[in-house]
C-alpha cells in the first residue's frame, strides 16, 4: 500500500486546514487508517485513527476540533482540522495500518498555525 498525503499549509490561529491521504495498491489489506503529527523538538504522537468499520478515537488535544474520516472505497483518508492553534504545528503522516502486520507512511506533510 502507498500513501501520498496532501492539504498541508500555512493558517493563521483559529482557521482551518484540511489533510487528504490518497492510498493505492493492496487496499484491501487496509485494517485502520490514522494521522500522526511530530512537533519540532517532540516525538511523534497519534492524532486520530478510524478502522474500517469507521470507528474513530482521537487524542485528547484535538477532541472537538479535528474529524477523520474515509471515504466508502476506503481509499481516501481526510483529517478535517478546524480551530487550529500555534501548538497543531507539526509535520503531519498518514498511516495505513494492513493485514498480517505491514503498516505504511505518507511522505508527510506540514502544517504550520501562526499565533
Known amino acids: 500500500v502507498q500513501l501520498q498525503a496532501s492539504g498541508g499549509g500555512l493558517v493563521q490561529s483559529g482557521g482551518s486546514l484540511r489533510l487528504s491521504c490518497q492510498a493505492s495498491?493492496?487496499?484491501?489489506?487496509?485494517?485502520?487508517m490514522a494521522w500522526y503529527r511530530r512537533a519540532p523538538g517532540k516525538e511523534r504522537e497519534l492524532v486520530a485513527r478510524?478502522?474500517?468499520?469507521?470507528?474513530?478515537r482521537y487524542a485528547d488535544s484535538v477532541k472537538g476540533r479535528f474529524t477523520i474520516f474515509r471515504d466508502n472505497a476506503g481509499n481516501t483518508l481526510t483529517l478535517q482540522m478546524n480551530s487550529l492553534k500555534p501548538e497543531d504545528t507539526a509535520v503531519y503522516y498518514c498511516?495505513?495500518?494492513?493485514?498480517?502486520?505491514?503498516?505504511?507512511w505518507g511522505q508527510g506533510t506540514l502544517v504550520t498555525v501562526s499565533s
Open positions: 495498491g493492496s487496499i484491501w489489506r487496509i485494517d485502520f
Open positions: 498511516n495505513a495500518n494492513q493485514l498480517f502486520g505491514a503498516t505504511s
Open positions: 478510524i478502522s474500517k468499520e469507521g470507528g474513530t
